[in-house]
Structure formats: structure tokens, C-alpha cells
């Protein structure tokens, strides 16, 4: 009988937590099952995310009943192009694999998920520090000799499992390994506890593998063309019409880049949240950053105003007949804040500092009647929409979007030790609202919250944190002037701030009243 030349080799790239070794356990128990040899070993390493492990698997496909006493020599670590198959559990670690060397085109079939969980390297830029997965995804179509690869973790979490079971689904549809799919569910079952869960994640990954509808990279290019498409198999189902409407609204407001942006900064959010609390965290949080993203500025007030479903709307609300003329006086009045808003930094931070100085900064307001169903006030204001393209080199927009970085960075770090924590920093998004005075106050309210409660050192633990920060933000909402947010961060022992100034405007009386008197 002709015995095979070399064993099958299996490497296994996975993140801490995310179950590698159990999924090295159920390819020994299959294989054992079947009286196949098997040998494994584990590799401890630190990445820069929560601690990669990798698991190197080699099964010889000859029973042992077979060998007539022999026993096949395996080495204990796997060899640059002698990898048969590499399972990764995120995108990066399959790029690592094929770094490393091994991805080979003759031999090895990729397995991998095209989600991201991202690195400190990566979190810790000024701007957009992310690795480009495009490039990884190329290089998995020209290295690997099979690529097999879609968002294993969105399936898992619709499975209510672990990214695990999807992988060994996709490793048993991919043909690559001498066992069967009962096989392999049995020694799912043989596990015990979550089985049925696993069993629900294995079946996922196998008919995305087996029956080839594992995302290439094409698919993957037009998903990016797509945003509204992108939602439904990279989220689990209870986010979806939050999830949506944020989609809808960031490409109403900007572009779908922006919307696409929109989803890159939920999918950290999303990965760490929980399906027993009804992904309430990834459901806050994008609700509230889809409002935060969306602001409104001069460019935003123009678009929505000359709208042609608008104008039909306060048709309908003054009853107006078909041939009746209606005419619209809008009543606006902008200052300093909203010119300086549409400028450069460099040109707004100086003008800004000049009007502070000289004390015009709140005195600048001028108000205007803007007649939108004439041609002169209707072409203004489009004029002013029409600046949308320029958007992203205002100040406001820089100041909005440091901002809201800063906000989902901290809800990411809180929801990594404690998602009630971080459930809470999400709920502060609220606070962002309005327009003009209303915005500035509940920005001030915010930024005093997360300067202080969430990123400050005066509460002793996460516990006191969470009661901390929601009743703050009560406060803040129930208060506009500030007062009982002061109050309460002052029950922590943090110094409050002094009320606000009210300033004293006398008004000289008409000269009419005056005679009047006398």
C-alpha cells in the first residue's frame, strides 16, 4: 500500500481570546477519531493587540492501523513554504503569515477573515494610522493557491459563538483536510458546553467556503463601493437599522467615503461588543456618532433649506393650491463662529484670536432675512451648499472630527475592561446637539465630563466611574447654564467652575418715550 510522502500542515494565526486553541483541539479530536496521527504544538507571542497565539497542526492521512507499527516523524514547528493551509482569524495576521513566508502559490490555501481588529501602531497615529487591507487581500490572491476569506466575525456573532467555530466551518468546507464534515461537527459535540452555538457558527463558515461564496477581493472593492451594503454582513442584525440610517445620513451630508468612515470607526466598537445585551453598545454608539458626523453648519442649513421636498412640505402645511405662489422669508443670523467655521484653521484660529482681543467675538452677529422662493435668495443659499466638496478643509470640520476620535478611543478602551463603562462614555454623545449657543453649551458639558470623569484619575474604579458619568450627564441635560453638572463633579471632590458671566446691557429709551415721561 502507497503511503502518503509528507503529513498535512496547518498553521493557525489567532488573537488572544479568540478560541485557536480550541479550534487546534477539535482538528486533534477529528483526527484522531478517524485513527489518523496528529501532532500539535503552540506558539506563545505578544502582538500589539491582546496576544497572538499560533497553534502549527500536522495529521499524517494514513490510520495507524495502517502503518504496521511505524510512526511518522513531524517537526514541531511549521517551515516557510511547506505550510499546506494557514487559517488567520483577522485580516493582519494573515498578512504576518504571508510576510513570514507561508503562503506559497504552489502549495497553501489561505483561509482567513476579512475583518480588523486594529493595532496600537495603528490607534496611536495623529491621523489615520490604519494599514491599508486592500494590499492584503491583493497579496492573498497572487501568494495564495486558494484564498478563501469573508468577515468570519460577523458571522460569529450572529451564530452567538465564537470567530473559532466559523474558522474550523471554512477550514472543513475548503476540502483541504482528510475529514469529514460529521467528523468534525462530532468533535464539536464532544466539546459539551456551547456546542449548539458552534455548531450554528461551524455550518456558517462551511457553506461560505464549500460553496463559494467566501468574498474575494473584488467582492471586497465593490462592498467598499457600497456602504448600505456593507452593514448587513459585517454587523449583527439588531444594528442594522441604526446602523442604516447613520449610512444614509453620512452620505446625505458628505459623501460615501464619509459614510464608509463612519463604519471603519463602529467595526473596533462592534467587535467588542456583546450579544447579550442586544449590542446596545454598537447600537448608542451609532446612533449618536452618526448625529455628531452629520453636524450643522452654513453648508448643511443651505442644502436643507433649498430643497425641493422642503418646499413642497410647507406647501402642504399651508394648504396652498396647486397654482397658489408661496413665499419663504428665512430668518438667519450668522456671526463670527459660523464665517470662521467655513474657513481654514490657519485663516479662522487667527481671526477668531483677533475678535477675542479687541472683545467683538460675540457681537458680530448679523441678522438676515433670506427670501428662498426668489431667484437672489434661493441662488445664495445653493451657493452655500455647493461648498460641500470643501468640507473636509474647514475648521469646524478638523475640530469635530479630533473630537469625535477622541470620544469612540475612550469608549473602545472602556469597553475592553467594562462595557457598562463604556456604554455610558457612548451615552455622552447626547449632549452634542443644536446649533449656535445650544451646541457650544452641551460640547462644554461634554468635554467637562470627559476631562474629568472619564479620563481623569478622581474616581477610584470603573464602578464609581459608570454611576459618575451617568449622573453627570443628567445634570448636564437638565441643566443648560452647567450649574448641576458642577454640582455633581463636585461630589467627587473635583472643583467646580465659576458660573458663567451675564453680562449687564443697558438700553437707551427711545426719544418718543422719553417725551412721554416729561
Same mark, same amino acid.
Given at each position: 500500500?502507497?503511503?502518503?510522502?509528507?503529513?498535512?500542515?496547518?498553521?493557525?494565526?489567532?488573537?488572544?481570546?479568540?478560541?485557536?486553541?480550541?479550534?487546534?483541539?477539535?482538528?486533534?479530536?477529528?483526527?484522531?477519531?478517524?485513527?489518523?496521527?496528529?501532532?500539535?504544538?503552540?506558539?506563545?507571542?505578544?502582538?500589539?493587540?491582546?496576544?497572538?497565539?499560533?497553534?502549527? $497542526?500536522?495529521?499524517?492521512?494514513?490510520?495507524?492501523?495502517?502503518?504496521?507499527?511505524?510512526?511518522?516523524?513531524?517537526?514541531?514547528?511549521?517551515?516557510?513554504?511547506?505550510?499546506?493551509?494557514?487559517?488567520?482569524?483577522?485580516?493582519?495576521?494573515?498578512? %504576518?503569515?504571508?510576510?513570514?513566508?507561508?503562503?506559497?502559490?504552489?502549495?497553501?490555501?489561505?483561509?482567513?477573515?476579512?475583518?480588523?481588529?486594529?493595532?496600537?501602531?495603528?490607534?496611536?497615529?495623529?491621523?489615520?494610522?490604519?494599514?491599508?487591507?486592500?494590499?492584503?487581500?491583493?497579496?492573498?490572491?497572487?501568494?495564495?493557491?486558494?484564498?478563501?476569506?469573508?468577515?468570519?466575525?460577523?458571522?460569529?456573532?450572529?451564530?452567538?459563538?465564537?470567530?473559532?467555530?466559523?474558522?474550523?466551518?471554512?477550514?472543513?468546507?475548503?476540502?483541504?483536510?482528510?475529514?469529514?464534515?460529521?467528523?468534525?461537527?462530532?468533535?464539536?459535540?464532544?466539546?459539551?458546553?456551547?456546542?449548539?452555538?458552534?455548531?450554528?457558527?461551524?455550518?456558517?463558515?462551511?457553506?461560505?467556503?464549500?460553496?463559494?461564496?467566501?468574498?474575494?477581493?473584488?467582492?471586497?472593492?465593490?462592498?467598499? %463601493?457600497?456602504?448600505?451594503?456593507?452593514?448587513?454582513?459585517?454587523?449583527?442584525?439588531?444594528?442594522?437599522?441604526?446602523?442604516?440610517?447613520?449610512?444614509?445620513?453620512?452620505?446625505?451630508?458628505?459623501?460615501?467615503?464619509?459614510?464608509?468612515?463612519?463604519?471603519?470607526?463602529?467595526?473596533?466598537?462592534?467587535?467588542?461588543?456583546?450579544?447579550?445585551?442586544?449590542?446596545?453598545?454598537?447600537?448608542?454608539?451609532?446612533?449618536?456618532?452618526?448625529?455628531?458626523?452629520?453636524?450643522?453648519?452654513?453648508?448643511?442649513?443651505?442644502?436643507?433649506?433649498?430643497?425641493?421636498?422642503?418646499?413642497?412640505?410647507?406647501?402642504?402645511?399651508?394648504?396652498?393650491?396647486?397654482?397658489?405662489?408661496?413665499?419663504?422669508?428665512?430668518?438667519?443670523?450668522?456671526?463670527?463662529?459660523?464665517?470662521?467655521?467655513?474657513?481654514?484653521?490657519?485663516?479662522?484660529?487667527?481671526?477668531?484670536?483677533?475678535?477675542?482681543?479687541?472683545?467683538?467675538?460675540?457681537?458680530?452677529?448679523?441678522?438676515?432675512?433670506?427670501?428662498?422662493?426668489?431667484?437672489?435668495?434661493?441662488?445664495?443659499?445653493?451657493?452655500?451648499?455647493?461648498?460641500?466638496?470643501?468640507?473636509?478643509?474647514?475648521? %469646524?470640520?478638523?475640530?469635530?472630527?479630533?473630537?469625535?476620535?477622541?470620544?469612540?478611543?475612550?469608549?473602545?478602551?472602556?469597553?475592553?475592561?467594562?462595557?457598562?463603562?463604556?456604554?455610558?462614555?457612548?451615552?455622552?454623545?447626547?449632549?452634542?446637539?443644536?446649533?449656535?449657543?445650544?451646541?457650544?453649551?452641551?460640547?462644554?458639558?461634554?468635554?467637562?465630563?470627559?476631562?474629568?470623569? $472619564?479620563?481623569?484619575?478622581?474616581?477610584?474604579?470603573?464602578?464609581?466611574?459608570?454611576?459618575?458619568?451617568?449622573?453627570?450627564?443628567?445634570?448636564?441635560?437638565?441643566?443648560?447654564?452647567?450649574?448641576?453638572?458642577?454640582?455633581?463633579?463636585?461630589?467627587?471632590?473635583?472643583?467646580?467652575?465659576?458660573?458663567?458671566?451675564?453680562?449687564?446691557?443697558?438700553? %437707551?429709551?427711545?426719544?418718543?418715550?422719553?417725551?412721554?415721561?416729561?
Amino acid at each position: 500500500m502507497a503511503l502518503p510522502e509528507r503529513p498535512l500542515t496547518i498553521l493557525i494565526a489567532a488573537l488572544g481570546g479568540e478560541g485557536g486553541g480550541v479550534l487546534a483541539d477539535w482538528i486533534i479530536a477529528a483526527a484522531t477519531a478517524r485513527d489518523y496521527p496528529v501532532q500539535s504544538t503552540s506558539i506563545p507571542g505578544v502582538a500589539q493587540r491582546t496576544g497572538a497565539t499560533t497553534y502549527y $497542526v500536522e495529521i499524517y492521512p494514513a490510520k495507524l492501523s495502517e502503518l504496521g507499527g511505524r510512526r511518522p516523524v513531524m517537526p514541531l514547528t511549521p517551515a516557510p513554504s511547506y505550510v499546506d493551509v494557514v487559517v488567520a482569524s483577522e485580516l493582519l495576521e494573515a498578512g %504576518r503569515a504571508m510576510q513570514n513566508g507561508f503562503v506559497t502559490p504552489g502549495r497553501t490555501t489561505l483561509i482567513a477573515s476579512t475583518h480588523r481588529v486594529y493595532t496600537v501602531a495603528e490607534k496611536m497615529q495623529m491621523g489615520d494610522g490604519r494599514f491599508d487591507g486592500d494590499a492584503v487581500l491583493k497579496a492573498a490572491r497572487v501568494l495564495a493557491k486558494q484564498a478563501i476569506v469573508f468577515d468570519m466575525q460577523a458571522q460569529a456573532r450572529a451564530a452567538g459563538t465564537v470567530i473559532s467555530a466559523v474558522m474550523f466551518g471554512a477550514l472543513a468546507g475548503s476540502g483541504t483536510l482528510p475529514l469529514s464534515r460529521a467528523g468534525c461537527e462530532e468533535a464539536i459535540r464532544a466539546g459539551g458546553k456551547g456546542a449548539e452555538a458552534s455548531l450554528k457558527g461551524f455550518a456558517a463558515g462551511y457553506e461560505s467556503a464549500g460553496a463559494g461564496r467566501a468574498t474575494a477581493p473584488e467582492e471586497k472593492r465593490h462592498l467598499r %463601493r457600497s456602504p448600505r451594503e456593507r452593514v448587513r454582513p459585517a454587523f449583527p442584525p439588531e444594528t442594522h437599522p441604526i446602523l442604516g440610517e447613520g449610512v444614509s445620513r453620512c452620505v446625505d451630508f458628505q459623501d460615501r467615503a464619509y459614510a464608509h468612515l463612519y463604519l471603519d470607526r463602529l467595526e473596533p466598537i462592534a467587535n467588542l461588543d456583546h450579544a447579550e445585551d442586544g449590542f446596545k453598545l454598537t447600537i448608542e454608539t451609532g446612533r449618536f456618532l452618526a448625529l455628531w458626523m452629520c453636524y450643522e453648519d452654513v453648508i448643511r442649513v443651505a442644502d436643507l433649506k433649498t430643497r425641493k421636498s422642503r418646499f413642497d412640505r410647507i406647501r402642504d402645511e399651508v394648504q396652498a393650491k396647486p397654482r397658489e405662489p408661496v413665499h419663504i422669508v428665512e430668518f438667519l443670523k450668522p456671526g463670527l463662529d459660523e464665517f470662521s467655521a467655513l474657513l481654514p484653521r490657519f485663516l479662522a484660529w487667527p481671526l477668531v484670536g483677533l475678535a477675542r482681543v479687541i472683545g467683538l467675538a460675540g457681537k458680530l452677529n448679523v441678522g438676515m432675512h433670506v427670501r428662498t422662493t426668489s431667484i437672489t435668495g434661493f441662488v445664495l443659499m445653493r451657493f452655500l451648499a455647493s461648498l460641500r466638496p470643501l468640507r473636509p478643509y474647514t475648521s %469646524r470640520w478638523r475640530e469635530e472630527q479630533v473630537l469625535i476620535t477622541r470620544w469612540l478611543a475612550a469608549i473602545t478602551a472602556a469597553a475592553k475592561r467594562d462595557p457598562y463603562l463604556a456604554l455610558e462614555i457612548a451615552l455622552c454623545g447626547r449632549l452634542i446637539k443644536g446649533y449656535g449657543e445650544t451646541h457650544k453649551r452641551g460640547k462644554g458639558s461634554f468635554l467637562r465630563i470627559l476631562d474629568t470623569l $472619564v479620563e481623569g484619575g478622581a474616581l477610584p474604579n470603573d464602578r464609581a466611574r459608570i454611576e459618575a458619568i451617568r449622573v453627570a450627564r443628567e445634570a448636564a441635560l437638565a441643566d443648560p447654564e452647567g450649574r448641576k453638572l458642577e454640582q455633581s463633579l463636585e461630589a467627587h471632590g473635583i472643583a467646580p467652575l465659576p458660573p458663567r458671566p451675564q453680562p449687564i446691557r443697558f438700553m %437707551r429709551k427711545p426719544r418718543s418715550e422719553t417725551r412721554r415721561a416729561a
